[in-house]
């Protein structure tokens, strides 16, 4: 395993980590430095790229950040379009159905959140 694929693993498992001992800044932190060096690495490795974002819109809408949550989803969305014809797998369908879940949730949130009326006086 070469340096850069060595660095962006230990990355996501800090993330991984100080997700589980509570530590969520530093999770955000981590999942997004990993993101952006499997991204750096590309190849079969975008697939963990937008792994490591579904990972980081999965935590923002759970820490009430939606804005960054739908960030995130859509960067994963963007990255398995980009790469679709390169990352057909069972693992590249689940990596897409679930930035596409997250994007939809997320604006059916953000939808159900906002009153039909609001603004009108």
Do not use: P
Request: hydrophobic letters at 40%; a negative charge.
């Amino acid at each position: 395993m070469n340096t850069e694929i060595k660095n962006a693993v230990e990355l996501h498992d800090k993330a991984c980590s100080a997700e589980e001992m509570g530590q969520l800044d530093l999770a955000e932190l981590y999942y997004l430095k990993s993101a952006y060096a499997f991204e750096q690495v590309g190849g079969t490795h975008m697939l963990n790229a937008a792994n490591a974002f579904n990972a980081l819109a999965i935590l923002r809408a759970s820490r009430g950040n939606q804005a960054g949550a739908l960030c995130a989803a859509k960067k994963s969305a963007q990255i398995m379009e980009n790469y679709r014809a390169q990352s057909s797998s069972q693992d590249a369908d689940l990596i897409r159905g679930t930035a596409w879940d997250l994007i939809n949730d997320l604006i059916n949130t953000e939808l159900g959140t906002r009153s039909l009326f609001s603004g009108i006086t």
